[in-house]
């Protein structure tokens, strides 16, 4: 079975500071999907980057990257100049392709950013 | 605009009772999804449905029933059979084979 693992519980930054968020996963599949979300303390579910395992290049949006090391089935995000607003639980996830898409969550990182 | 709505954002339920939570999506997703928040756990999957009229549990589905009598609308119901129902429910969508979800804004639960 596919397991996502988040190994930071809680972290916290100043502000403008980069800090990196650690996720591993296991699975025995080739072709998947690998995503962040961000779940701020509204709770609103919001999709921060998303990863296809066929792509060697890692996604970036903004601020946000990723350093996707596929044979070490490795997924950390990267936020860099981080603000205030970047405060929140983050979410790393997995789903495989073309199955029944279900999306497998780690437990989460709650990130502080400290003004 | 198009997205997902849950209704109601807060819900107290007295112990026993059963109670449905509503998730209506006007995106033409295929799928739909419903997962439990609870602290520490993070999202623990329900049950989930390809197509109308058919649907799978999840990881935790005991407890818990669903419908799926049109695509827009996924509704949960939370039976007194749940043990623990207190707690923060998401209802998701997506269309099939292209990866990623879109969320609902959630329904807090809480049994007294």
């Known amino acids: 079975a596919q397991t996502v693992t988040q190994s930071q519980p809680e972290m916290s930054v100043q502000e403008a500071e980069t800090v990196t968020l650690s996720c591993t996963y296991d699975?025995?599949?080739?072709?998947?999907?690998l995503f962040w979300y961000k779940q701020p303390p509204s709770r609103q579910m919001i999709l921060v980057i998303r990863?296809?395992?066929?792509?060697?290049q890692n996604a970036t949006e903004n601020r946000f990257s990723v350093n996707f090391q596929k044979a070490a089935k490795s997924f950390s995000l990267k936020i860099s100049d981080s603000q205030l607003g970047d405060t929140a639980m983050y979410f790393c996830?997995?789903?495989?392709?073309?199955?029944?898409?279900?999306?497998?969550f780690g437990k989460g990182t709650r990130l502080h950013i400290l003004p | 605009d198009g997205g997902i709505t849950q209704s109601p954002k807060y819900l107290f339920r007295k112990e026993g009772q059963n109670v449905t939570l509503s998730c209506e999506q006007n995106?033409?997703?295929?799928?739909m999804y419903w997962y439990r928040q609870d602290p520490g756990q993070g999202l623990r999957l329900i049950y989930y449905?390809?197509?109308?009229?058919?649907?799978q549990k999840g990881d935790i589905a005991e407890g818990y029933s669903v419908s799926r009598e049109k695509k827009e609308s996924f509704p949960l119901t939370v039976t007194s059979a749940q043990k623990n129902p207190t707690a923060f429910y998401l209802c998701?969508?997506?269309?099939?084979?292209?990866?990623?979800?879109?969320f609902g804004s959630g329904t807090r639960l809480t049994v007294v």
């Open positions: 998701a969508s997506s269309i099939l084979a292209v990866g990623g979800y879109t």
């Open positions: 699975t025995s599949e080739n072709n998947y999907y």
């Open positions: 990863q296809e395992a066929y792509k060697q």
């Open positions: 996830a997995f789903t495989q392709m073309n199955r029944d898409d279900k999306i497998i």
């Open positions: 995106l033409n997703h295929d799928a």
């Open positions: 449905s390809q197509i109308v009229n058919d649907f």
